[in-house]
């Protein structure tokens, strides 16, 4: 007979992250100025929820793409409801599990900082920009040290970045990584069953984007799950806490229902994420990057108008082109009218308050470079 969840409650709370290990990059109360709160709390709840959960780059996701591009439908997920329910995921892993439910809140909260405009069609356009691969994981943790509050970052624990940087892995595997905590592969994890699950349920159900009878493997694979995207998501996340009970370490790959999951993905991947990917998305980056490539504010910067690309927002860039291309329609577009609402537009913008600044443009910021060796 199959085990209960309370059954195997705790069972990997050996293994939990203590709150005594966390560690910040800067001990200076100024960098804190609740340092009251942060004594008395768990060090990870006040990354999560007076850190992260108050940042602009959280703020900047509801504007975001999760899967769907420019919908009006205010019921299709955006990055930041995307990271909202990674975040309830994670918890219940970590509470059924016994792992840090702290750490584990604040690696959801924050590991989708870094997603571009235009979701991974972004990441893949900006890449081309900077002659290698962007990663959106890499860039979380840049926001995190380098970008928020004027340039002095959040100063989130080292154990909450390490999570944010861990939960994504390129071969999109759902293989357990080494030497990282426990709290990082729940992450990972529970970030690839909330899209998953999340993604279908926008595609198939919420906006018949596509239909399901053109996939019937992937029907066939779905209807063992449940009927409905909550009880895909216990299905799965039930499957992970037995496997990883089983196993003594945060997994999920060998069992029935972790192939069930690897076969939807694969299909997910290779027929339908390309079908529905915003068709205008690489034309519509290349010129918002031209145009930034020849803003005077960035001229004299030593931030790249690649990295300013990766801080828009969906909105910012169709604004911006849109304000662009009805000029040009009217026959109002020149020169000198064109750096005028450019100007204006950037002025209104998401990423108004990080162009203005000096302490940010001043930056040398590597890409590749997750700054983490302290």
Same mark, same amino acid.
């Given at each position: ?179 990282? %905590? ?117 001229? %004299? ?74």
């Amino acid at each position: 007979m199959k085990k209960s969840l309370k059954d195997i409650q705790n069972c990997l709370v050996s293994k939990k992250t203590p709150d005594e290990a966390a560690r910040r990059r800067c001990n200076d109360p100024a960098m804190d100025q609740d340092l009251e709160i942060i004594e008395l709390g768990s060090p990870y709840g006040v990354d999560a929820y007076t850190k992260i959960l108050n940042s602009k780059a959280i703020r900047r996701l509801y504007s975001k793409t999760q899967v769907i591009s420019t919908s009006a439908n205010a019921h299709i997920r955006t990055r930041a409801t995307h990271t909202f329910e990674v975040t309830a995921t994670n918890s219940l892993i970590a509470r059924t599990l016994g792992l840090n439910e702290g750490l584990c809140i604040a690696m959801a909260m924050g590991h989708d900082l870094g997603h571009t405009p235009f979701g991974h069609q972004g990441e893949k356009i900006i890449g081309k920009f900077i002659g290698r691969e962007f990663k959106h994981q890499v860039m979380s943790v840049i926001i995190c040290q380098h970008i928020e509050r004027s340039g002095r970052g959040l100063n989130l624990t080292w154990q909450t970045l390490e999570g944010i940087l861990n939960h994504s892995r390129s071969n999109k595997t759902l293989e357990p990584g080494k030497n990282v %905590s426990q709290e990082s592969n729940a992450v990972m994890c529970a970030d690839k069953i909330s899209y998953i699950c999340s993604d279908f349920n926008d595609i198939f159900v919420r906006t018949n984007l596509l239909y399901l009878d053109d996939f019937p493997e992937l029907k066939r694979l779905i209807n063992q799950c449940g009927a409905n995207q909550r009880a895909r998501m216990l299905f799965f996340v039930r499957a992970l806490c037995y496997e990883s009970a089983e196993k003594g370490s945060v997994e999920f790959k060998d069992s029935s229902e972790a192939k069930i999951f690897e076969e939807i993905k694969k299909i997910m991947y290779a027929s339908v994420y390309p079908v529905v990917n915003y068709v205008e998305a690489e034309q519509t980056l290349i010129r918002v990057y031209e145009i930034l490539n020849e803003y005077e504010s960035l001229k %004299s910067s030593t931030i790249s108008p690649a990295m300013i690309l990766a801080l828009m927002t969906d909105a910012d860039i169709v604004n911006l082109i849109n304000r662009l291309d009805a000029e040009l329609t009217c026959g109002f577009l020149n020169a000198r009218r064109k750096t005028a609402i450019v100007k204006e537009i950037l002025n209104r913008s998401s990423v108004s308050d990080i162009l203005k600044n000096a302490r940010i443009m001043g930056k040398q910021i590597d890409f590749a470079n997750p700054d983490m060796d302290w």
